[in-house]
Every structure is written in structure tokens, then in C-alpha cells.
């Protein structure tokens, strides 16, 4: 049996520690995120202030974009760090703070006035996605190095599907006061809440007990990101062929977006059905977080990858030939499915890939290189479906699907190492 370094020590005598603070830093985030929500409340209120659809569906667009971009950019500078807490919690503040800034820009929208308020609204929309885009890297590094890699799958997924569970519950209380109250303090009491839970879990993140890397290999000489990147695209195929299978997912999934507006033209949806096919989606993450996670760290992540292909492939068969409303149950059922396997589980496989000093470079390429995919996606299905209908965008989202599942199942190798057997013997 080799014998466990002081590090791991470390860190096997922190993780019960270290798996509470996380979950309620991920809890306390998505409680935040619920009075906040980028798909609904950050939409509403751009749709309070402009008719523009292309500007309402910019918001979640900026997010997902402005979180995935700079991963790349700051690998370099992360794979250098011993310790990464921080950076986390400094650069955090910045996904944070703009909302204090949208509940500022409704109280001062009557004096301000729309134009200028939308200015502002975006400006912060941007400052938010990149400061979110900056916190990933250190923050990935430094969740994977603190939890053990028989496990990381388990607490990816826990605390995503805790972070849904508190979206969920806040989201409701958000549309009762979106209700009740006068516009636009209703949006700002909104962020100002928010606001309130970002700082709850900021300090649950503060609590993070995380050991200096002294063993770290860092090279004297500091390289450029691109060329730890071209390194790693030359010598690891197989990361290579996940790279195509990440960047291909989002056009795969491209159809989910329309399924509401799909069911609402073509079977007269009434808004309880929509309520319940949302409740529907937002349950089937919840479960599929917690539960492709946990068999993902015993199955292997690749599985749960071709599981989430599949769930993709049949969702748009679904849509495609479904002959009444009730069928959209089980094609949100699987959406949710294919959802979780792409982001959260993603996630999860991503640092299984290269060593310790290579993993921010590993995850900034599987973010940052996704990101041309994430924006094109959904503006392409969109283009189709008013240019050629639905039935097209769900036809193509079921070919790539398929070549989805051929890459995972044919190319792509688990790229997970063999524990260490003290790292199993408690």
C-alpha cells in the first residue's frame, strides 16, 4: 500500500468539512439565483424596459458566454497557484456584486429612464458573466483538488441538485412578489434579496478549508496559456475527441429551447400544463444531478455521457412524433437528462483529464472552446424554426445525436486514473 502524502491527509480530514461548507455555498447560490433567475427575472425585467426580443434573449446568452470564455485565458495564471481559495473568493465578488446594481438600476429607473437603464442593465450583465467566467477556473481547480476523485462526481451533482431544489423554491416566492408588488421596486426587492443570499454563501465559500500544494510541480519559467494549450490539443487525442463531443452537445440539445413555444402552437398549451412541464424539468435535474453523479464516480463519467446522448436523441424523437400534449412529460423527462450529463457531468469528467498542474488548462479548453457552440446553437435552431419549422431543428438535433453517441462510444476513452489503494482503504 503506498503511503497517503500530507496533503491527502489533509484533505481526507477536512472533506466532511469541506462537502457541508459546499453544499451550502451551492444551496445558498441557487436561492440567490431564484429571486435573480437569468431564464426568468433578469429576462422580465430587460422585457419591462424594451419590446426587443432579440435584447431579452441576449440575457441568459451573456451569462452562459461570459462564464465559459475567459476560463481559457486564466489557466495559465491558476496552474501556478498552490492554493486557489483566494482567487475564488475575490473574483467571485465579481459574478456577485452586479446585482446590487440591477436592484440600483429599477429604483432609479424612473429618473434614469429606459434607454439608460437598459445601457446599464447590459454593462452589468456582462460584468456578471465575466466575473462568473473568471471564478470557474480557480474554483473548479480548487473543488477538484479538495475533493477526492472517487467522489468529485457525487458532490458535483449534490450540489447542483441542492442548488436547484433552493432555485426552485425561491423562484416561486419571486413570482408572488413579482405579483403583489408595484414595478419596479418588485424587481429590485428581488435583487436586493439576492443580493442577500450571495453573501450567505460567499461566507459559506469562506469557509473552505483547503491545504497548501507544496509538492506542486510549477515551472520557473511562466509559458503563454495558448501554448500550454496547443501542447495539450497535440498530445491527448482523447481529450480531443471529448472536446468535439462537448462542442457538437449544444447543437444536439438545440431543440430543447422551443419545446415550450413547439407545445403551445401545436397543442393549444394552456399556462398549468407549462407550469407543470417546467416542475417536470426542474425535478428530472434535480434527481439526474444527484444520481448520474454519484454512478458516474462508480460506472465512470463516460457512461453517464452516452446516457445523457441517448436521453437526447429519444427527446427529439419525442418532439418530433409526438401526438398530443401528455407526450412532453417524458421529452422534458429526458431533456433534464441530457442537460445534467452535459454540464454537470461534464464538469465531472473534465478534471479527470492530465495532472494537478495541467487541470486549469484542461478545464479553461472544455469551457472556452465551448463557448462558440453555446451562443451559435440556439441562434441557429432559432433562424430554422422561423425559416422551416420545428420538425428541421429537431431532425438535425437527432443526426448529431447520433453522431454524438457514435464519438463517446467509439472514440472517447474514460480518462479517469486508477486510484491509489490507500485512497480506498478507510
Not at 481529450?239 to 452537445?249: E, G
Not at 407549462?274 to 453523479?293: E, K, V
Amino acid at each position: 500500500m503506498l503511503p497517503v502524502t500530507a496533503l491527502e491527509k489533509n484533505i481526507r480530514e477536512n472533506l466532511k468539512h469541506n462537502v457541508i461548507v459546499g453544499l451550502w455555498d451551492g444551496g445558498l447560490f441557487g436561492a440567490a439565483l431564484g429571486f435573480a433567475s437569468f431564464s426568468t427575472i433578469l429576462p422580465l425585467f430587460v422585457a419591462s424596459m424594451t419590446t426587443s426580443a432579440l435584447l431579452i434573449g441576449l440575457v441568459p446568452a451573456i451569462h452562459s458566454v461570459g462564464w465559459q470564455l475567459p476560463q481559457l485565458f486564466t489557466a495559465s495564471y491558476v496552474s501556478r497557484l498552490r492554493r486557489y481559495k483566494r482567487s475564488v473568493l475575490m473574483m467571485t465578488i465579481h459574478e456577485r456584486a452586479p446585482f446590487l446594481g440591477f436592484a440600483a438600476v429599477a429604483l432609479l429607473l424612473p429618473k434614469i429612464g429606459v434607454q439608460t437603464g437598459l445601457l446599464i442593465t447590459f454593462g452589468l450583465l456582462a460584468w456578471q458573466g465575466l466575473g462568473g467566467g473568471f471564478t470557474a477556473n480557480p474554483w473548479t481547480s480548487m473543488i477538484s483538488k479538495i475533493i477526492p476523485p472517487e467522489s468529485r462526481g457525487t458532490f458535483f451533482g449534490f450540489q447542483a441538485g441542492i442548488a436547484n431544489l433552493f432555485i426552485s423554491g425561491s423562484a416561486v416566492i419571486a413570482g408572488y412578489l413579482l405579483d403583489y408588488l408595484d414595478s419596479p421596486v418588485d424587481f429590485a426587492i428581488c435583487f436586493l434579496i439576492a443580493c442577500f443570499f450571495f453573501t450567505l454563501s460567499w461566507i459559506a465559500l469562506a469557509r473552505t478549508r483547503e491545504p497548501e500544494d507544496v509538492e506542486k510541480v510549477i515551472p520557473e519559467e511562466k509559458t503563454h496559456f495558448w501554448d500550454d494549450s496547443k501542447k495539450i490539443l497535440r498530445k491527448d487525442p482523447n481529450f480531443n475527441w471529448f472536446l468535439t463531443a462537448r462542442f457538437l452537445s449544444q447543437f444536439a440539445t438545440m431543440g430543447f429551447s422551443f419545446y415550450i413555444i413547439y407545445a403551445l402552437r401545436r397543442f393549444d398549451m394552456d399556462a398549468i400544463t407549462a407550469g407543470f412541464l417546467t416542475a417536470t424539468l426542474t425535478i428530472a435535474q434535480t434527481i439526474a444531478n444527484a444520481g448520474m453523479g454519484w454512478l458516474g464516480d462508480r460506472w465512470g463519467h463516460r457512461s453517464m455521457l452516452i446516457i445523457g446522448a441517448v436521453a437526447a436523441l429519444l427527446s427529439s424523437i419525442l418532439a418530433w412524433f409526438a401526438p398530443s400534449i401528455v407526450w412532453f412529460y417524458p421529452i422534458f423527462l429526458l431533456a433534464g437528462l441530457a442537460n445534467v450529463s452535459i454540464w454537470t457531468i461534464g464538469m465531472a469528467m473534465t478534471v479527470d483529464f492530465g495532472t494537478e498542474a495541467e487541470r486549469p488548462i484542461y478545464i479553461g479548453l472544455s469551457q472556452t472552446l465551448t463557448a462558440p457552440a453555446t451562443i451559435m446553437a440556439p441562434l441557429l435552431g432559432g433562424w430554422i424554426v422561423d425559416s422551416a419549422g420545428f420538425i428541421p431543428t429537431f431532425s438535425i438535433s437527432i443526426v448529431l445525436s447520433i453522431i454524438m453517441i457514435g464519438i463517446l462510444i467509439f472514440m472517447v476513452k474514460d480518462p479517469r486514473k486508477p486510484l491509489r489503494s490507500s485512497h480506498v482503504a478507510h
